[in-house]
């Protein structure tokens, strides 16, 4: 508990303090976040600081060595993987973003680049985790128990893959709104550490080895989504960026799969997966349209948060909004996990 503790407090307190350098330092820099010709509501926030997602990275690289230290417990290779992998995935971000800045391309790494790094990164996550002993490799939302559901390590490497890129991309889409992603993953993340310290402190049901170090994870990961809300939620003050979205989008897949709770991604990650899936269904519809001679669109833009604003919800609606899905996403999770663990305790 003490490590855990330690893990969101500090996370949340560098966040909290180092966010307002960072703002003032990108400012003197001139990083400005461009806007879409076709944002034209959202002209006026260009040139607002971009990259603060800098802070999930950081936090991780900074904290988790030292609440690991102050847990007692040896690093494990899926630990140290998830943390990697994370950092990773942010600096993957980081480079789209520089990009979409000092390039001035908004667009920032083209869609092939991207795929191939979010593969390596993957690819060796998904490794680190397989070859570790105890390690789940069911497709299981609950628990690691049932041998039906278990799959060949090429084929689960497989399909976490896919699950880490599906993931990755639809937080990437969820960070439109000031505050939306943030404050959203905030809760993920904190309900993450919850079920994870579940796990942790009931080995004979769960028998995940790694799983203080996965909660170390989430924790650092809330507690700096925390702290970068407190100033992310003010307009025009500074961007997340794909430098935090990607990370954390990496960070649901690597703590959900390493706690042996791959298939609850989706439904932890509901509201990410619904803004994700706008995005996808909004090209699949506007190119079949167009095939057949009148391109149309699903909706007014995607993703769906950009569609109500042009119906004419404010941003402060849409954010609280959409955190209320989140939270009922993430109530979900925690109803299934703690109900499939009441049926173990009680035989």
């Given at each position: 508990?003490?490590?855990?503790?330690?893990?969101?407090?500090?996370?949340?307190?560098?966040?909290?303090?180092?966010?307002?350098?960072l703002i003032r330092l990108l400012r003197r820099s001139g990083v400005g976040q461009p806007i879409h010709d076709v944002m034209h509501h959202?002209?006026?926030?260009?040139?607002?600081?971009?990259?603060?997602?800098?802070?999930?990275?950081?936090?991780?690289?900074?904290?988790?060595?030292?609440?690991?230290?102050?847990?007692?417990?040896?690093?494990?290779?899926?630990?140290?993987?998830?943390?990697?992998?994370?950092?990773?995935?942010?600096?993957?971000?980081?480079?789209?973003?520089?990009?979409?800045?000092?390039?001035?391309?908004?667009?920032?790494?083209?869609?092939?680049?991207?795929?191939?790094?979010?593969?390596?990164?993957?690819?060796?996550?998904?490794?680190?985790?397989?070859?570790?002993?105890?390690?789940?490799?069911?497709?299981?939302?609950?628990?690691?128990?049932?041998?039906?559901?278990?799959?060949?390590?090429?084929?689960?490497?497989?399909?976490?893959?896919?699950?880490?890129?599906?993931?990755?991309?639809?937080?990437?889409?969820?960070?439109?709104i000031e505050g939306l992603l943030a404050g959203a993953a905030a809760v993920t993340f904190l309900v993450l550490t919850g079920i994870g310290?579940?796990?942790?402190?009931?080995?004979?049901?769960?028998?995940?080895?790694?799983?203080?170090?996965?909660?170390?994870?989430?924790?650092?990961?809330?507690?700096?989504?925390?702290?970068?809300?407190?100033?992310?939620?003010?307009?025009?003050?500074?961007?997340?960026?794909?430098?935090?979205?990607?990370?954390?989008?990496?960070?649901?897949?690597?703590?959900?799969?390493?706690?042996?709770?791959?298939?609850?991604?989706?439904?932890?990650?509901?509201?990410?997966?619904?803004?994700?899936?706008?995005?996808?269904?909004?090209?699949?519809?506007?190119?079949?349209?167009?095939?057949?001679?009148?391109?149309?669109?699903?909706?007014?833009?995607?993703?769906?948060?950009?569609?109500?604003?042009?119906?004419?919800?404010?941003?402060?609606?849409?954010?609280?909004?959409?955190?209320i899905v989140n939270a009922i996403a993430a109530g979900l999770a925690v109803l299934l996990v703690y109900g499939d663990a009441l049926r173990?305790?009680?035989?």
């Amino acid at each position: 508990m003490v490590a855990l503790l330690v893990a969101g407090g500090m996370s949340f307190v560098l966040t909290l303090l180092l966010t307002p350098f960072l703002i003032r330092l990108l400012r003197r820099s001139g990083v400005g976040q461009p806007i879409h010709d076709v944002m034209h509501h959202h002209t006026q926030k260009a040139g607002t600081p971009t990259m603060g997602g800098a802070v999930v990275p950081l936090s991780l690289v900074t904290v988790f060595p030292v609440a690991l230290a102050v847990s007692g417990h040896p690093p494990s290779r899926v630990g140290v993987a998830a943390a990697l992998a994370v950092v990773a995935m942010g600096s993957v971000g980081l480079l789209d973003d520089g990009m979409k800045v000092f390039r001035e391309r908004n667009l920032g790494l083209r869609e092939l680049q991207k795929t191939v790094l979010q593969t390596l990164v993957s690819l060796g996550y998904a490794l680190a985790l397989v070859t570790s002993p105890g390690s789940c490799r069911q497709l299981a939302f609950t628990n690691c128990e049932h041998p039906a559901l278990s799959l060949p390590s090429w084929l689960y490497v497989l399909v976490l893959m896919a699950i880490f890129w599906g993931s990755t991309n639809a937080v990437n889409f969820t960070d439109g709104i000031e505050g939306l992603l943030a404050g959203a993953a905030a809760v993920t993340f904190l309900v993450l550490t919850g079920i994870g310290f579940w796990v942790f402190r009931h080995h004979s049901i769960y028998q995940v080895p790694h799983a203080l170090e996965l909660t170390l994870v989430a924790a650092c990961l809330a507690g700096s989504m925390g702290g970068l809300l407190w100033w992310n939620i003010k307009p025009k003050t500074i961007f997340m960026g794909d430098t935090g979205s990607l990370a954390l989008g990496a960070g649901l897949v690597v703590v959900c799969s390493g706690l042996g709770l791959t298939l609850l991604v989706p439904v932890i990650g509901f509201l990410y997966v619904g803004v994700g899936a706008s995005s996808f269904l909004q090209r699949v519809w506007f190119k079949w349209t167009r095939r057949r001679g009148t391109p149309r669109r699903l909706f007014r833009m995607a993703p769906i948060h950009h569609h109500f604003e042009l119906v004419g919800w404010s941003e402060s609606t849409i954010v609280v909004r959409f955190w209320i899905v989140n939270a009922i996403a993430a109530g979900l999770a925690v109803l299934l996990v703690y109900g499939d663990a009441l049926r173990h305790l009680a035989t």
